[in-house]
């Protein structure tokens, strides 16, 4: 088992930031890319953004472009999520997720289901 653990989401006016940060333990393992998503009150769970790190390749959904940056460190098995310019909006509790299995991948993985291990989440709440 991988066990994924997310940290430093919280409570943030409109315009502000917040860096949240994900550890993947467990079982040896490798990983391929590691993303982030989220899910407001009533919505289903969203693309945010995503690293592969063979290429480095990033991706991003449309909504966050600009605002958030996706960074980390494949050897220690550590992914960030730098979020500016935080809106209402932006509201959810984000989970990290790895690929586990996809080797050789170079392309960004957008979707829920290139993901073979997931967090708990940490909740993001955005005022105005």
């Known amino acids: 088992q991988v066990q994924l653990v997310e940290s430093g989401g919280g409570l943030v006016q409109a315009g502000g930031s917040l860096r949240l940060s994900c550890a993947a333990s467990?079982?040896?393992?490798?990983?391929?890319?590691m993303g982030w998503f989220r899910q407001a009150p009533g919505k289903e769970r969203e693309f945010v953004a995503t690293?592969?790190?063979?290429?480095?390749?990033?991706g991003y959904a449309d909504s966050v472009k600009g605002r958030f940056t996706i960074s980390g460190d494949n050897a220690k098995n550590v992914v960030y999520l730098q979020m500016n310019s935080l809106k209402p909006e932006d509201t959810a509790v984000y989970y990290c997720?790895?690929?586990?299995?996809?080797?050789?991948?170079?392309?960004?993985?957008?979707?829920?289901?290139?993901?073979?291990?997931w967090g708990q989440g940490t909740q993001v709440t955005v005022s105005s």
């Open positions: 997720a790895v690929n586990t299995v996809r080797v050789g991948v170079r392309r960004p993985l957008l979707s829920e289901h290139d993901y073979d291990y």
């Open positions: 467990g079982r040896t393992f490798s990983s391929y890319a």
């Open positions: 690293i592969t790190w063979r290429s480095g390749s990033t």
